[in-house]
């Protein structure tokens, strides 16, 4: 198969796939998606939070449907491109595929810290990390379980990836030379 100038990055939640692709996407004047962004934006329009889009898209793959086909859509067009989203890997084997890995507890940490001026204007926050860990696992399990149904695939298993990164091991920069250094290597 064909390589292309085309990084996907997976991981958990918090894992910091944003914060690196928006690095990598600059360091190497790459384009930059985010399946996360475009996943908001579907659940905003329907006047839900990232959570609740997720439990309504168990039951309406439409809502999964819109995101693999914008995946598709720009892996068969585009080039010199970064994408973070957990299913990019899937539908652009050609790509580059990375995967952030983290524990759930620095995930829910890190979440738990950004998401903290949201927090005390809304009532679904919880108060703490640790409640907010158990939320964050409910929404792996329910993506795990949706990704399942749908592709027969599991998104969190590490043998998918050309190259697995502990983003709580090292520092953001680091996170991108190791990426950069392994995609250089992997480009013929």
């Known amino acids: 198969m064909n390589k292309k100038h ?10 910091g796939k944003s914060t690196t692709a928006k690095g990598l996407a600059s360091s190497l004047e790459y384009q930059r998606f985010s399946s ?15 959570f609740q889009t997720n439990l309504a898209a ?12 914008k995946l598709r859509d720009l892996g068969a067009a585009s080039d010199h491109l970064i994408i973070d989203s957990r299913m990019a890997w899937h539908w652009m084997p050609y790509s580059f595929k990375v995967y952030l890995d983290l524990d759930i507890t ?26 907010y860990a158990i939320l964050l696992q409910q929404r792996l399990d329910s993506e795990a379980k949706r990704y399942e149904s749908l592709y027969h695939v599991n998104p969190y298993d590490v043998s998918n990836y050309d190259l697995v990164v502990n983003s709580a091991e090292h520092t953001t920069q680091e996170v991108q030379r190791i990426i950069t250094e392994a995609y250089t290597s992997w480009l013929p």
């Open 6 to 15: 085309i990084i996907t990055i997976a991981g958990r939640p918090g894992s």
């Open 36 to 50: 996360g962004d475009f996943f908001r934006a579907i659940g905003k329009e329907r006047g839900i939070d990232v």
């Open 106 to 131: 620095t995930a829910a940490e890190r979440i738990f810290k950004a998401l903290e001026k949201e927090r005390l204007a809304a009532e679904h926050i919880p108060d703490t990390a640790a409640e």
């Open 58 to 69: 168990e039951n309406d793959t439409n809502i999964d449907e819109l995101v693999d086909q």
